[in-house]
């Protein structure tokens, strides 16, 4: 069994900083991942906020580069998106996903719960 618990999630006004950590348990080493953020906004689909590869090799959607900080701690096995300069658009639901992909007979690919950032004055 697979485990990702996002944390860190909440209400904060416009120009604010939040930090969201994801920490995974059971069978899995993030190590050997490659980690990334999702969100959701109501409405909207899933899109890629944020990934990082077991090389450490960063990604950002464009709408927050310069913004967003991916980061990971394969010693705690926990991954975290530094959050700055929040605008109300990135009010989603946001996602942890750990994705190694097929091998073999066997998908490697996990999710968190999620948690519900919200961005308001």
């Known amino acids: 069994q697979v485990h990702l618990v996002e944390s860190g999630g909440g209400l904060v006004q416009p120009g604010g900083s939040l930090r969201l950590s994801c920490a995974a348990s059971g069978k899995i080493f993030i190590s050997i991942y490659t980690m990334g953020w999702y969100r959701q906004a109501p409405g909207k689909q899933r899109e890629l906020v944020a990934s990082?590869?077991?090389?450490?090799?960063?990604n950002y959607v464009d709408s927050v580069k310069g913004r967003f900080t991916i980061s990971r701690d394969n010693a705690k096995n926990t991954v975290y998106l530094q959050m700055n300069s929040l605008k109300p658009e990135d009010t989603a639901v946001y996602y942890c996903?750990?994705?190694?992909?097929?091998?073999?007979?066997?998908?490697?690919?996990?999710w968190g719960q999620g948690t519900q950032v919200t961005v308001s004055s």
């Open positions: 996903n750990a994705y190694r992909g097929v091998i073999g007979t066997l998908r490697y690919d996990y």
């Open positions: 990082i590869t077991s090389g450490d090799n960063t």
